[in-house]
């Protein structure tokens, strides 16, 4: 019978990261301001982000010694988890909100296969199902029958992309299990600083001539929504078995598509709908399989 303490834990968690798939499903809302004002990807990525990440390069280095060792593991933990937030950013910045969010819900299937391949965790039944109503839901929400008449924007594929990154990110999190997760946390941050500093030396995304408030925001989105978002997330998954988490977590698709409906008069078409229910099921199934006792944890 669980403690009224870990009652308390279990709930405080359940609310935190409800709160934080708020944040995370209506973050569309102040990318796409900054947007309106020629702050697209990589550009919010590099302030946004990247003063998170500034901030935990000394905080890292003062917890150089028990990371020592552990450097290829936070790099790739670093790639992947800029690449996933920049890929984000700028497809959400830039693109449909429905459809960008209901394709970087496709982290269901990247996270069945990619650890099938690299935990070699076992396929069963409902995992193949998942994929299978992932991915088929990916294909109605591109267009269906009709996908080679209306391709796939660009917009589409950093949204995948954005899935994709996000769930390999999850499967090394989880891999890299010795580190402790504010590290992790941490080392994301200064991935998104160092993909941002690349692509703009790169010359990628012009930067604009923009009134300084609207720069102080971006900063204080970054500091003070995504690093909130962030940590609730994260502290609160590392509470609860997998299975209640990603159930919860689905909340953020909710939020998304909900809000872009309201505010912006989207509407979805019937075969969106149905490919958002597959992507939805998809999600649910993974997430009411039963966790292995090893993986569980913080």
Known sequence: MPSRASSRVDAGAVAALLGASTLWGTSWLPLKYFGSHGLHGVTVTLVAYGSLGALAIPWLWTRRAALRGHGPALAAIAMLGGLANLSFATAVGAGDVVRVMVLFYLLPAWGVIGGRILLAERLDARRVT???????????????????????????????????????????????????????????????LGWALALRVLGVDRVPIVRAEVWLLLVAFGLAWILTATIGTLWAVAQMEAGKSSILLVMELVTAVTSAALLSGRRLAPFEWLGGGLIVLATLLEAQRPTPASARGG
Do not use: E, M, Y
């Open 130 to 192: 998942g994929v299978i109503c992932a991915l088929l839901g990916a294909f109605l929400v591109l267009g269906g029958v009709d996908i080679a008449s209306h391709p796939p924007t660009p917009n589409d594929a950093f949204a995948v992309v954005a899935g994709l990154a996000l769930a390999l990110q999850n499967i090394a999190f989880r891999k890299f299990f010795a580190i402790d997760v504010w590290s992790k946390i941490a080392v994301v941050f200064v991935g998104c």
